[in-house]
DNA sequence: GTCTATAGGCTGATAGAC
DNA sequence: GTCTATCAGCCTATAGAC
């Protein structure tokens, strides 16, 4: 009696072509020009069935942002496996940036666009992508406390909390202030990570792990 | 003969008045929500009157936006005259601070929302309000490499990039990713400014200033 | 200078036929 | 499930009367 299951999974299938449509969308044109006719033009439906796969336009918006901030994390996953921390920090800083400046659009939708779209990313206080990305970061700053390369007097959610709010300055300056022309992103990020890492004396015996 | 003239200043205080009611709607709604039929009803004349005052919306938008720079830069000022330069570092930045969290919606228009409205901020290479304040920020990291109290290897303008876009991405992540739950900007705010200052061994003699 | 009236579009969303 | 048809509203901008 696979017949049920073929028909959830069709819906499920037009659900991921519409969203996939979406993305393609915004990216080309931002999310300001998503409408939901020309979405249904796009997909070759009439408007009315979008209606019958996503409550409204901000259903649409909320799957968007999901994606766009798993993609995220997804690029800054192999930057977070790498062992030194110096090194680290600073392809974190790479794939961050990268992503930013790569996929502009996306990144307004998922962190400028609309205080109600992200916030859903950081309600599930441990399972979802929000949460997930910003404990990489935590992380990686104390690993650099424990090898005494950074502040020693400040709490590593800090750290990692001006670190990101370092890096998404710099993209959304790059973004939205394109008049100021200063210099390249990835030249600014450097010197943020030069903030940050310094050596800061420790207890004589050999740099703890604090883990 | 004042009559052309008084006609000229009647027309100036139209002018004014409109843009102080723009102000106002934008503040309150955010700037999307400014239409020119919802401003013309506030300001009590027909929409139509609106277009001999303002070519279209985006002339009121970039109106705005250079005021709301103006503000801005007012406020820096009286920072930027404190003479220590670590201290002058740290009322610069609860002075922009204290802007773009206390008028969330302007500091939204002028910086996160269209590239075209911020490009005319930064085109008089010495005139505006864009390059004079980043002029404050500048002199203040030379005065502090001066004094050896920031890293001496990179140049001012730089670390004065990475300042403004470190106090940007806190404000506009408190004021977009509203759901996570960080540490409060000032103290993030501290915590920049800390990354930014440190004492680097200068050259045996006493401090130089470099003006 | 200011108005009325309107052109000419766009939008999100839904009722009801098939 | 999908369609057509449409509601009800918004918008910027302009022509032409006064």
Avoid at 13 to 24: G, K, Y
Avoid at 61 to 79: C, D, N
Avoid at 110 to 120: G, I, T
């Amino acid at each position: 009696m696979g017949i049920s299951e073929r028909k959830e999974r069709q819906r499920a299938e037009l659900r991921e072509h519409i969203l996939q449509v979406a993305r393609d969308m915004v990216t080309k044109e931002g999310f300001a020009a998503l409408s939901m006719r020309k979405l249904a033009d796009a997909v070759e439906y009439a408007p009315a069935t979008l209606y019958l796969h996503f409550e409204n336009r901000d259903a649409i918006a909320r799957a968007l942002v999901v994606r766009g901030f798993q993609e995220l994390l997804a690029r800054l996953e192999p930057a977070a496996a790498v062992d030194a921390p110096v090194e680290r920090l600073s392809r974190l800083a790479q794939a961050y940036l990268s992503f930013g400046l790569g996929h502009p659009e996306t990144y307004r939708l998922v962190f400028m666009e609309d205080p109600r779209l992200s916030e859903a990313l950081f309600q599930d206080t441990h399972e979802g992508a929000g949460p997930k990305s910003f404990a990489l970061l935590v992380r990686t700053f104390e690993d650099l406390q424990a090898a005494g390369q950074t502040l020693d007097a400040t709490p590593p959610e800090r750290l990692a909390e001006v670190f990101w709010a370092g890096l998404h300055g710099i993209i959304s300056l790059k973004l939205t202030c394109s008049g100021f022309q200063g210099a390249p992103a990835e030249v600014l990020a450097r010197t943020l990570v030069a903030t940050l890492v310094r050596d800061e004396p420790k207890p004589s015996r050999p740099a703890r792990r604090s883990r």
